[in-house]
């Protein structure tokens, strides 16, 4: 059997990284055993579609490094990728009236306001409507059980607004074996009769994921756990259609949790926690509000991959860091947990930290230019690069080396008052004079020849190498920070370094 997984998004806004999640399974079970796997948009609910989401969707899975083997874009032999296409081919409504057909299925004429109102009913009975096998009879309920067939069919001829609700199974259960959870039933009559076909001749997700995975041949369905109350639908519609043999396996994911573990993680715990619970930035257009990527915090997408695959995931190793490659090589479904994965910001961080530093210094130098202060753009990428050299140790984002290395773009505006407080004597001057010249004369970058140079001069003038460098630090940072005196020294270039002891010593 050909392995055929797919990521169906819908085109309704920004992306959140449960869904990123749910591609990247879906990619790497497809990958490991030599499967394809496919990218569906679900836009069968046009009062949601947002222009420019399918383009960001793309945009998101080729960043984190999940290009789709078929897609609207790249095409296939399982066309159309995109559920309004299918819906045009006429696909979903021939199904729907297949089942009513069987009597698997039928119409509704139920209006908004009929529904409402029986719902009204009903609480101030004390219960809960829900429209399924115990109701659908119910005499004030318009549908093609409780009205002739005459009925039915001037209503139909009419163009009457009418909806297809599968019909569900009054007794019995309905059973899959998850990849994840192991075997589940549910007993089918508490199932409602969920609306397949909408009045608009639109298809439900229930009908229209049914539909296409069946069309599209798909073999392992990734989905969170959210959708499980909707698997006995999917079956019962398998079932019907006679494809039963033809369903997918499913695979039911942990829920993304938030950092307390209490409840699932949304987009507003982002904007409250201060952060990213999308891959890519997204902007609301209907409020201009913007909400913050990953990617545009500054994250790597081979850390942010490395990171998804952990929540919810975990090797039979204690190996953290792993490349595309090796995640496919070790994914194995039988490792994915039932229980949710707390979303944890810190280690999300770790992991970038560890990219950042196996990252070529060009590489980091080259991207943080594009983001550079405008009175920074002329920096070349030789020098950013070396100081990459130095500070992405100490880096959590490519970014920060604007603000934590600033020292390297421009000269201290002060200087460290507790620190001068403590060193500083006035007798010292005359020995930064001395350095100074003789850093001129032997004009050398070589970082064990400056470290041996200074200590002499130290040496020469009676004076401990302790007292001297934590002010010699102060003049090249104006702070205790940054990286070894003498790399610093080296990279910055002697006539800066001779610019900034002469500076320092001249304001005290």
């Known amino acids: 059997m050909s392995i055929r997984t797919r990521f169906a998004p819908s085109p309704t806004g920004g992306l959140h990284i449960g869904g990123v999640r749910t591609a990247l ?24 579609f947002v222009a420019g989401a399918e383009d960001y969707i793309n945009e998101t899975l080729t960043w984190c490094g999940i290009p789709p083997d078929e897609s609207p874009q ?48 009903f609480e101030q009975e004390g219960k809960k409507f829900q429209y399924d096998a115990a109701t659908r009879q119910l005499p004030n309920l318009k549908n093609s059980l409780t009205l002739s067939p005459q009925d039915v069919a001037d209503r139909l001829s009419c163009n009457e607004p009418a909806v297809i609700r599968i019909k569900m199974p009054e007794h019995g259960q309905l059973s899959f074996t998850d990849l ?29 994921v049914v539909v296409d995975d069946y069309m599209m041949e798909i ?42 573990g209490k409840g699932k993680l949304s987009k507003r715990d982002g904007d409250k926690l201060g952060f990213p619970v999308y891959a890519l930035s997204w902007l609301n257009r ?37 490349s595309m490659e090796q995640l496919i090589e070790h994914f194995d479904i039988s490792r994915v947990n039932k229980a949710g994965a707390k979303f944890d910001y810190n280690k999300a ?44 140790e100490r880096l959590t984002f490519g970014k920060d080396i604007w603000t934590e290395g600033g020292y390297f773009f421009a000269r201290p505006a002060s200087y460290d008052a507790k620190t001068l407080q403590k060193k500083w004597k006035p007798e010292l001057t005359s020995w930064f004079v001395q350095l100074n010249q003789l850093l001129l004369s032997e004009s050398t970058t070589d970082v064990a020849t400056l470290e041996a140079l200074t200590k002499n001069v130290a040496t020469e003038a009676d004076i401990k190498i302790g007292d001297v460098m934590p002010l010699l630090r102060l003049a090249l940072t104006g702070s205790m920070a940054g990286p070894g005196v003498f790399d610093m020294m080296a990279v910055m270039g002697i006539d800066e370094v001779v610019d900034r002891i002469g500076t320092m010593i001249a304001q005290q």
């Open 349 to 392: 961080k770790w992991f970038n930290e560890q990219y950042l530093r196996h990252t070529p210094n060009n590489d980091l130098a080259t991207a943080a230019l594009q983001i550079a202060p405008e009175n920074l753009k002329n920096t070349s990428i030789a020098y950013l690069s070396q100081v990459f050299g130095l500070m992405k």
């Open 219 to 260: 073999t392992h369905a990734f989905r969170g756990e959210e959708w499980l109350p909707s698997a006995p639908v999917h079956i019962q519609l398998y079932k019907c259609l006679g494809w039963i043999d033809k369903m997918p396996q499913f695979a039911h994911l942990p829920l993304i949790l938030k950092p307390d």
């Open 25 to 48: 399974f879906s990619y790497l079970y497809a990958k490991k055993h030599g499967g394809k796997f496919i990218l569906r948009i679900e836009d069968t609910d046009q009062t949601r």
């Open 74 to 121: 790249i095409g296939g032999q399982h066309a159309p990728y995109r559920q309004s296409e299918r819906k045009a081919h006429g696909d979903y409504q021939k199904y729907a009236e297949q089942l009513v057909a069987q009597g698997d299925a039928y119409y509704a004429f139920d209006t908004p306001e009929d529904l409402a109102a029986l719902r009204q009913q």
């Open 180 to 208: 994840i959870r192991g075997n589940i039933s549910f007993d089918a009559h508490l199932t409602d009769d969920k609306v397949l076909l909408k009045a608009d001749g639109m298809p439900t997700y229930h009908l229209a």
């Open 286 to 322: 209907d409020t201009n509000t913007p909400t913050m990527g990953f990617r545009e915090q500054g994250f790597l997408p081979a850390a942010v991959v490395n990171f998804l695959a952990f929540l919810g995931w975990h090797p039979d190793t204690e190996q953290e860091i792993f």
